[in-house]
């Protein structure tokens, strides 16, 4: 399975401030994924990472929120816009490296918004 | 569309009892079907996945599952539950362009 980390695992942030998350992994992979787990709560995709061209965002999530990078194979960044209360929530990346109809997901450790 | 429900919200259980967590899904073709655990302060983990073959499958410290085309199921089992079992364990579903699905998950607290 890849090792992913992320970084930062843990912020507070003032509403209307910007903060942008990021994604490694230990080897080259197909597929990245955006989720966010808001407390409580099960994972909500927010978009697939493309390389190299725009990420392909899931309904109620837009670009201008939520621009994402993927520069290569192993890197992510996810940015979380104009922060309010509400965005408070952990933010997972995940990866999958597709073999015929066998992919399997795996996720990093998350990183914990507090927007205040 | 894809849909997984998990019906039990929370279960509560003492050591060594037996647990059943329920997972059904819909979508009408072939699916590929998962069940994470995410410990206390810690991240999602893979517990345990069927792609095809052997529907009762088996997966990490003791966890096992059996998927139930007829049913649209794929319920979790353990026989015996320890404390350190309690965690939030979620179903999921690879949708097309490989998009997991997620249940709303189920808290499992065991009792010592």
């Known amino acids: 399975s890849a090792v992913i980390s992320q970084k930062p695992s843990r912020d507070i942030c003032q509403r209307g401030t910007s903060l942008t998350i990021q994604c490694q992994v230990d080897?080259?992979?197909?597929?990245m994924f955006w989720y966010r787990q808001q407390p409580g709560q099960s994972l909500t995709l927010i978009a697939t990472?493309?390389?190299?061209?725009?990420?392909?965002?899931e309904s109620g999530f837009v670009i201008d929120k939520f621009p994402i990078s993927r520069p290569n194979l192993t890197f992510s960044t996810l940015t979380v816009s104009n922060m309010s209360p509400e965005d408070s929530s952990i933010y997972l990346c995940?990866?999958?490296?597709?073999?015929?109809?066998?992919?399997?997901?795996?996720f990093g450790p998350g990183t914990r918004l507090t927007v205040l | 569309a894809q849909s997984v429900s998990q019906h039990n919200h929370h279960v509560i259980l003492s050591e060594a009892a037996s647990l059943e967590l329920g997972c059904n899904y819909s979508?009408?073709?072939?699916?590929?079907l998962f069940w994470y655990v995410q410990y206390p302060g810690q991240h999602l983990q893979l517990l345990l996945k069927?792609?095809?073959?052997?529907?009762l499958v088996k997966g990490i410290k003791g966890f096992e599952a059996e998927f139930i085309k007829s049913k649209f199921s794929f319920n979790l089992r353990k026989p015996s539950v320890q404390w350190s079992d309690t965690a939030e364990y979620f179903c999921?579903?690879?949708?097309?362009?490989?998009?997991?699905?997620f249940g709303s998950g189920t808290r499992l607290s065991i009792r010592p």
């Open positions: 995940s990866v999958a490296s597709l073999s015929s109809s066998t992919d399997t997901q795996y």
């Open positions: 080897s080259q992979v197909t597929m």
């Open positions: 990472a493309n390389q190299g061209s725009e990420a392909t965002y």
């Open positions: 979508y009408g073709g072939t699916v590929n």
């Open positions: 069927y792609f095809s073959g052997d529907p």
């Open positions: 999921a579903v690879i949708s097309s362009a490989s998009k997991i699905i």
